[in-house]
């Protein structure tokens, strides 16, 4: 029993990563119709600027643990929005709902940045101290309690997104270019704007997880690299451009990962969830909740 | 008024003395770039992600090393002097990368040495030009199967789990008689895949059964789900066989946080700073076997000197990977001489038989009984544990080989 109730908290703590990084990667699919191979790079700036603003404030600023992770948080958050903007300025708005381009240049971008980030931190890896450091029991499950506190915001930051698509004006406009950018633009929506909007916001999803996972992984400049694939594999299973399935593939991959590589080995998970994609592209290539069209 | 004679001199054809004056000087010059050739030096290795601290050390120690022949007026052989020159390549661990690398190395550059390789895959990758072309190889793969008669351009500069294992368990289990059971966690790759067999057979030599042997992919980035299932195991050890320091670290962070505490064990140990800037307090007691204490007592002045060069340059001290690159120079520098040649030929031939100075100390090749061709660096295997975060030297056993050259 305290087996299955381990298997889980480690669905959840893997899935609720996954769930964010996804979220922000299928937000500017749907809305920009562009499929951006730079996402991970997000993730890794937000993840590095942790890693530097947190020694900073607690060693020279003298401020406390959870103080200087919020102010590291902030910084990386301020990191990310303003790499975001500068990239759809001077690239993505020149290729939006164009597919070919958008591939090109987000691998190219993603190669600058790699340098840059390699440039600047070298390639050893970073790490920082847990904020909540101590491990708790529940029931039978034992995980630490930053762990805990991240599958706790990675809900809190799910729901506010959905809100906020679903209550506000920013998100019926999202929603709006998603379904029919022509038809929406006719209703005198600026596509360009909503587009940046929702750019921004998909940045900064994928810097929250950044954020989340610094004091708990160690941070490489490829960090976020390696999670692109098991997004692209969630979005595909999830359905592409849907929020919703972005959750539920999040949390299926989580569920595959955790059981497989507990009953068989990493490995073994790892090719079920390429198979699990070849089985959905052949059967409903939409995925689970994606439009057919 | 000089200046406008100088101006309409110099609109006169030169006379028979300046033409003289010239070819003299021109065949100076010709003579003075003869003198100082470049020679290339080329290195394939991880510059990006995960193991990219291996790749840049490797390339800081192969410039120490050339810097340091190169203070001394270079590297003479048949009436030349040559300079040499690190041309690095970034092989991102793969064998599609390693290939093009050695591409690009061999055909662009027209490097005829390369003196340093890492990973098994782009290392197989990148033989099946150097030895098609006869290119000198060095390289830290360890895989056995980039060894023997056919290969005989191919040196491995580093020592591998057929140097380290049988040493290394022997010494484990005699700190720890009690332990009975262990796990491997092998990463799947070439790499893993050859180690895996000698890790549980020289286990099972010591009466140690392996309750799994597992594997995972490079660039996992959870690794609750294996931690679970190595607690749900307890095994007295666990053994985390070719893995990197990043992936080992985040393992042992998450055993920590689900009780386990039993002998932890990294034969492809090299980095304790990227063991435990992951892991933290839960790599203490590691036990490692490729690593060094470059700064304590046993280091010779040489690796203490590039140990903090490295920390100074790179922010990252060496370790038994990043350093070889240093002894592969020093290796090819005794060939070259030897051979009197930079003929990649004649110095695959004086290699097996060439003694040097490499940053261990003395030195030379051997393994023939093992690989059927002398192309083994022969160095110390050095076990260390983590101590407060630190690497500390507990034993230090030089090979057979290597013993009879120190006697010599």
Redesign the interface.
Known sequence: ME?FV??LA?TL??GS?YVLFALGLTLIFGVMKIVNFAHGAFFTAAALVVTSVMPFATATLGLSLPASYLLAAIAAFAVVLCIGAVVFSFGFQYVLKDLNGSFILSIGLLLVL??IY?AIY??????V?QVLPD?INIFGA???EQRLALVIIAIVVTGGLYLLIERTRLGLALRAVAQDQEAAMLQGMPYRRVALSGFLIGAALAACAGVLMAPI??V????GD??L??AFIIIIIGGLGSVAGAIVGGLFIGMV??????FF??????LAMFILVIAFLLVRPQGILGNAD | MHGRSHSQSGMRRPGPVRLLGLAALSILLAQGAAAQETLKLGISAP???????W??GMEWAAEQAAERINAEGGLSAGGETYMLDIVAYDNKYSATEGARAAQTMLSRDGVKFVVGAIGTAPVRAMQALTERQGVILFNTAWGKSVKGPDFPYTFTQMNTPFEILEPFYTFVKEQHPDVKTAVLISP?DATGQELEPLAIETWKSLGVEMLAS????R????????A??IA?LDPDVVDFSAAPP?DV??ILKELD???WDGVKVMSAGTSV??LT??A?EAAEDAYLGASADFDGPTATEVQRELNAGAREA???PLNGITISSYDAVMALQAAIKAADSVDPAKVKDALPTVRFESSYGPSGFGGEALYGYPQQMLLPVIVTQVKDGKPVELTRTNPAELEALLNK
């Not at chain 1, 990962?257 to 507990?262: D, I």
């Not at chain 1, 080995?265 to 790892?270: H, K, L, M």
């Open positions: 087996v381990q298997l480690n703590q893997i990563v790699n340098g390699l070298g390639g050893a890896p970073r790490s101290p491990t034992r995980l630490t992984n160690a490489t400049t490829v960090s390696e999670f694939i098991k990962e955790s059981v497989g590589g507990y080995d990493p490995s073994t998970a790892t | 510059m990006s992600g995960a193991a990219a601290t790749g840049l799947n597992d594997w995972y992919e660039g996992t980035t959870e690794f609750q789900p294996i679970t299932k749900s990043g670290g985040a946080v689900l009780g700073d990227a800037a992951v933290g790179i922010g990252e």
